[in-house]
């Protein structure tokens, strides 16, 4: 089976960053500049772990001969196999969460991409001329890459410019952690839920994959992203395989939602286009969040709740204590045109139809030395990667039309979007239908985006009239 890299990279621009718009600081909020918060959902497309490394717990390792696992090989040969135990996440009040912190590494992450800024986090020891995306270079107040302006930078002792968007904790809202604990005087189980494949620490030093087309001593490849696995994904191994993996408690499983707050100050007209694009992204398209993104876990969908939002302008927070919120700002997402190729081929959810296993290879001992093509195949020759299923258009509001009186075995839905093979509606009620859209009796012009529609029952509810 052909073997896919559980990474990629999304290739360096051969422009610079642009570094000629200067610190706006916080002091003042600029007349045209927005300001507010964002309530934003994340929903786990994969299962999902953030561990909690400060109390974890050892555990034996059994075999399947039911004695004690020790070390065949190595400098720890003889000894005793023990793997350290995680819960996920806790504050101190027990509630489970995922750091702000995280949320704000991972959407940076994709922010310096869409808008060519420096490289914050990565290796470039042994790689040529990064083209000015060197962090380095973001060396004082008037001279910051995109980023760094709005996610804030230090530079030693010499100056700090503090981030104007900051993330809040993102705490569980909805589903339960897998397995649920146990009730009260219920004894545990001293086995963990489960035992991770190996999770593999970064080797940028290994150029047929961090090197550009597997040059050595040559450019880095780019930005590293991993590929989504789809929900399904295998991410754990028998007991007597864990040797160098490490066990978990419990883990958030598809479908759970954590609830979170973006709070923004001052932020120009573009840099907040592009952060509602780095957020939200567009449909076909997850981030990736916690540990094994390597290995399937961490896929995730992060939406903003428009109603609950609040977006201001700096000058309508001087004219009154109760400035005027701004029911426009949502338009101004930017087109996922502003998205590189690369990029979507990494991020696309429909990454597990591609023929192939992605994942490290089996033996590491024995990993390949063929460069990686754009859709992560060793030694394939593809120039471009594949797309996601991306909806023909969608509409974000329900028409302005009341809906459609209809008998009691109808229903009435306006149409949000069209993809290739399928039709969904929203009912008056708010809840998604999705029809093939090869049932559709209408002719094509009138699968208009965004008008009433009446469907037919329960008993045919492939038919869709006009």
């Not at 195949?377 to 299923?389: C, D, I, S, T």
């Not at 809906?403 to 009691?408: D, F, I």
Request: charged share 25%; hydrophobic share 30%; net charge positive.
């Amino acid at each position: 089976m052909t073997q896919i890299n559980p990474y990629n990279f999304v290739p360096l621009k051969s422009d610079k960053p642009k570094r000629s718009n200067g610190y706006p600081g916080k002091l003042k909020l600029h007349k045209d500049n927005y300001s507010g918060m964002l309530k934003c959902t994340l929903e786990a497309l994969s299962p999902l772990i953030s561990i909690d490394q400060r109390n974890p717990r050892l555990y034996q390792l059994i075999g399947n001969n039911g004695k004690p696992l020790k070390f065949t090989s190595g400098a720890k040969r003889g000894d005793l196999c023990k793997v350290n135990c995680f819960k996920f996440l806790r504050n101190s009040r027990g509630q489970i969460f995922l750091q702000g912190t995280s949320l704000k590494g991972m959407i940076r992450s994709v922010y310096e991409v869409i808008t060519n800024s420096c490289l914050k986090l990565v290796t470039t020891i042994g790689y040529k001329d990064i083209t000015g995306h060197k962090n380095a270079e973001c060396n004082n107040p008037h001279n910051l890459c995109p980023a760094c302006r709005l996610f804030g930078t230090i530079r030693g002792d010499k100056f700090h410019c503090q981030g104007r968007v900051v993330f809040i904790d993102a705490f569980l809202v909805k589903g339960n952690l897998e397995p649920e604990p146990p009730i009260a005087n219920q004894s545990v189980s001293s086995k963990p839920f489960c035992f991770l494949k190996v999770l593999s620490s970064p080797q940028p030093s290994h150029h047929p994959t961090y090197g550009k087309k597997g040059q050595r001593n040559g450019p880095i490849a780019g930005r590293k992203f991993y590929y989504h696995h789809g929900k399904d994904t295998k991410f754990s191994v028998n007991e007597h395989e864990a040797r160098r993996s490490i066990a978990i408690e419990e883990y958030a499983p598809v479908k759970t939602r954590f609830g979170f707050e973006v709070y923004v100050e001052n932020l120009d007209k573009e840099e907040f286009e592009y952060l509602v694009l780095a957020l939200e992204l567009y449909e076909g398209l997850g981030h990736k969040i916690g540990l094994g993104k390597a290995i399937g876990l961490g896929s995730c969908r992060i939406t903003i709740d428009r109603d609950q939002s609040f977006i201001a302008k700096g000058s309508d927070r001087y004219q009154d204590w109760n400035p005027t919120k701004d029911t426009t700002w949502y338009s101004l997402k930017k087109d996922k045109k502003k998205l590189p190729s690369a990029l979507i081929e990494i991020l696309r959810l429909n990454k597990d139809d591609d023929t192939g296993e992605i994942g490290y290879p089996s033996d590491f001992t024995n990993y390949p030395n063929d460069p990686i093509d754009a859709r992560g195949v060793f030694g394939g020759n593809a120039m471009k990667g594949g797309r996601p299923y991306w909806p023909d258009d969608v509409a974000t509001e329900p028409p302005k039309e009341p809906a459609p009186k209809v008998s009691q075995d109808q229903e009435a839905a306006w149409l949000k979007e069209i993809y290739d093979d399928k039709l969904v509606f929203v009912d008056t009620q708010g809840k998604e239908i999705k029809r093939p859209r090869k049932a559709c009796q209408s002719k094509k012009k009138l699968q208009e985006v965004g008008a009433w529609f009446i469907l037919w029952g329960p008993s045919a509810s492939k038919r869709v009239l006009y």
